[in-house]
């Protein structure tokens, strides 16, 4: 009785652990085999999975946003080269951030302007409304 006692002790936690990591790389497994699935049914989403961005092929929702700075020819024009360069590097980096808050992605610049892609037009439309309010709002070099 208590050797039977003293084995149970031991075969039972060693099964129970050898379960949960089954159950556990199973589970990893399948994740895994969803992204890639997927990614190659390509539904025209964008997904997120462990951090990491997924771009699926394009579809009918997919949106091109591109931004462009109002008169930025005269503004090099008018003002000092290192505040022009301290306003497009703060321009940049709000423009960056903001197409990736609103899972887009971009696909290229040319100076001050950026064409983006986004997997909705409703995206599309509140990356345009989020950044035209935190331009207002942005710390301009003086």
């Known amino acids: 009785s208590n050797s039977v006692n003293r084995h149970l ?3 039972i936690p060693t099964v129970l652990g ?3 990591l089954g159950l556990m790389l199973l589970g990893a497994y399948l994740l895994l085999w969803y ?8 539904s025209g989403r964008f997904s997120r ?3 990491r ?8 929702g997919t949106t091109l946003a591109v931004t462009d700075i109002q008169d930025s020819t005269a503004l090099w024009e008018a003002l000092p080269a290192d505040v022009m360069d301290v306003a497009l590097h703060a321009h940049h980096a709000l423009v960056r951030s903001l197409i990736v808050a609103h899972w887009g992605v971009e696909s290229t610049t040319e100076g001050d302007c950026f064409i983006c892609v986004f997997p909705s037009a409703a995206a599309a439309m509140a990356f345009a409304l989020d950044l035209q309010q935190q331009l207002l709002t942005l710390d301009w070099p003086h």
């Open 9 to 11: 002790v031991i075969i």
């Open 18 to 20: 050898v379960t949960l």
């Open 35 to 42: 992204a890639r699935h997927a990614a190659e049914q390509g």
């Open 49 to 51: 999975l462990l951090g």
């Open 53 to 60: 961005l997924v771009v699926l092929r394009p579809g009918p």
